[in-house]
């Protein structure tokens, strides 16, 4: 993150702090500090969402801030931040002197005493229960007193047993009662007992009823007393209670009384503590917010004052940037930033007048070249549209000019970079042009004429033209080189090859196809009235028949020399495309390898029956060639068609056509059989061209495929419809 991102994210860090800060001062119910905790925590809010709101507007503001904006709210932020370490310091250091003064006035002896003192009072009530415990379980299962409970002692017996126990415990008060509560026996020191007894409190009544021996401390007029209730236990349940009392010593009560006073004042006392000590870091804190406030107030209005000269400085220099030069800023202050404001303008005046005579210049450039740029435009126009390919290379080699005609003949790739030197980019397609470049260059004449055959990818290749020229520098250019002309010639030999082919084949039919007939007739004779002359039929037989054979063999290539020389024009008519493969299936019947795969689908194609019907015929004779020495090796024959095209595929398992073969595979006269003319592949291409499609070879082994592709609609019916 950059140091200036970091600053815009500084208001919301600060927003982010003091809510955080706001959420742990936030006052609980009945806390200390008052109506001040209330207000200092709105304040903080307030401060908080005023730090938000500035720091949103910095983020929106962090693609195109405005002028003076990143100043301001450094000036701002700094300012701020100098007084917030000093008040925090300040407010810090008071809250210590709070704590220690009052540290001081609440001496940790003072607690520990009160709290000794309480734990002694609390101590010898405990002593007091303890023993009256003890001493009573002596008695619960007295049998005496069990027996008096259910009513077998007389009222005299029991109160005498009764006043033998008070001596001997030292109790001031004794009674029994029975389960049901009621009176049988009491003693008293000093007194009487009275008749009517005191009613059983809920301590006693919950002592009998679980069986357990129980104490309280009953306050009463002259003094406080300790009550002990034990329940008398028969043989199966609880028969009676019996209740004693002890009268505690009078001073040591109202000891306990006051220690126990003293220590809830003294705790009452440091609660007050700790409400001073609130409310002083609650005041502090007030003040410390009011001054951050009024501070940060007065610091946006400087950070305003003194960053809005230099707004309307980065104003007028954007409006400059973006091309206004009319702009003139303020030179009201005496200052550096008025120094500044008038070096501007006297900028932005040079700047306009600068910027003035460059446009003249350039209009007085702009006419000049005008005459240039059309001829230049001229000249790229024809040499983007020529189909003939241009190359222009300096004294040094480097390529400068290389039209599209260029790249299309020779198939060079769109990343080919022209601007490096020919010679030492002669791979591929360019190395033919390059030994071209090369001989131009060390020859003595000036102009030089090639034609010569380049391999492209994919195992194409053309038939180039190359002229070249030598350009020397005159007068009015410097410039010395080459000039490359090259032209694809490819269709042209193609053409002047096929006429003389065509030629040759049409006078070789016209020499040969005479003799033949005679020839072929008289050995048909020859076997039919002298084979019974001879003295070796065998020999007889294989020669004549020999004759016979090559006679036949000439007859056929005769006929291809003749449709070669003369195709005829194709009669069009829409033919079932599966009706052709029905065709082939029961023509080349007899063949078992041969697999036909027939889909009707209705699916027609407008075209010659009868050539498209030689072209397969041509297609299986090979296939049944190439598989005839190998068993177990079909071929496969099948059609393919869509809306736009029918195809028919023929494929062998043969052992496939040597890859040097492929390049040369459909011209006139070459053939990869020994018996074969060579003329076959190619009358099957011409004829599939002279129907608007192409033959292909797919794959030239495992399998071997070739694949025969023609429009549904020709040509001519497209532009009649």
Sequence with gaps: MSRIGFMRLIPLIMSAVLLMITVMLWPEKDADGGLLAWINVILMLVLSLVLLQYGVR???????????????????????GMLLIPSAVIQLAASQMVERGMDVWFDVRVDTLLDRALNLAQGFYARVETDMKRDMFNYISDATLVAAASGSLDYRSINNYLAEIRAVEDWQKVELFDINERLVGGVQEGELSSLQA??????ARLSMRLGRVATELVTRKDGEVAVAYGPLIGAASVVGLLRVEMNLPAGVIQNARAVESDYRNYRELEHNRQSIAATFTHAMLFVTLLVLLVAGLFGLLFARRLTAPIGDLAQALRRVTEGDLDVVISESSQDELGSLARSFNEMANRLKLNVEAIEKAQKDLTKALENSRQRQYVLESLLANLHTGVILVDAEGRVRLLNQAVRDILHLPGNWVPSVDILQASQG???????????????????????????????????????????????????????????????????????AWAEVARRLAHEIKNPLTPIKLSAERLQRRFRAQVDDETVFDVCTQAIITQVERLQRLIADFSTLARMPQPKMRDVSVDGLLKEMEELFNGYKRIDVSIVDAGWTCHCDPDQVRQVLINLMDNALSATESTSGKTVRMYSRVNEDHAEWHVEDDGEGIDSASVSQLFEAYYSTKASGSGLGLAIAKRIAEDHGGELKLISNAKPTHFCLRLPRQCLETEEAS
């Excluded at 005191?198 to 301590?203: F, K, V, Y």
């Design 198 to 203: 005191a009613p059983l409190s809920d301590s």
């Design 429 to 499: 397609s360019l190395h033919d042009v390059g030994d071209f470049y090369d001989e131009l260059r060390h020859q003595q004449e000036d102009h030089l004429q090639r034609e010569f055959d380049v391999d492209l990818p994919h195992g194409k290749s053309v038939h180039l033209l190359a002229r070249g020229a030598r350009l020397s520098a005159t007068a009015s250019t410097s410039f010395s080189g080459y000039l490359l002309v090259i032209d694809d010639i490819s269709d042209l030999a193609e053409a002047q090859r096929n006429k």
């Design 58 to 80: 910095l983020l929106r503001e962090r693609s195109e801030p405005a002028a003076g904006s990143r100043l301001r709210a450094k000036l701002v932020i700094g300012l701020v």
